[in-house]
């Protein structure tokens, strides 16, 4: 294993989802792993995610110093994490869903008239 403890061979979400689950069912904590509490804790680490970030200038933001990167890289995998657990419990394949959804935005979102602009779609 490398320092950041991924076997090379370690490296899809489906792997993942199968580590997540086996780690679930070893502690017996399926039964708290609803889509909704899933949901709920979830968006409880995104909000730490933001706690890292609040009251920084935008290049503060941009170029964090390695111990507070360390700290919002666990809080980024505490919510992938979280993301692949939910879509195992509700059968969703989450890069099908990202490619989909990849394509809904390119149809909303056309290049040539949205280029520069951060409006939502509704207010083109």
């Known amino acids: ?3 950041n403890n991924l076997p090379s061979n370690q490296d899809s979400l489906e792997q993942l989802r199968q580590r997540l689950a086996h780690f679930a069912a070893e502690r017996d904590w399926d039964q708290f792993h ?3 509490n899933l949901s709920m ?7 730490e ?7 920084l200038t935008q290049q503060q933001s941009a170029t964090l110093p390695p111990q507070k ?3 919002v890289s666990h809080e980024l995998a505490d919510i992938l994490l979280y993301l692949i657990r939910i879509s195992d419990k509700l059968g969703v394949n989450l890069i099908q869903a990202a490619w989909g ?9 056309p290049t040539d008239r949205v280029k520069g602009d951060a409006r939502r779609a509704e207010e083109y």
Not at 49 to 55: A, S, V
Request: hydrophobic fraction near 50%.
């Open 1 to 3: 294993m490398s320092d």
């Open 34 to 36: 609803s889509p909704k």
């Open 49 to 55: 995610l933001i706690e890292h970030f609040q009251w």
């Open 41 to 47: 804790a979830l968006i409880g680490e995104a909000a």
């Open 101 to 109: 959804k990849i394509a809904i935005n390119e149809i909303r979102y």
């Open 69 to 71: 990167l360390q700290a």
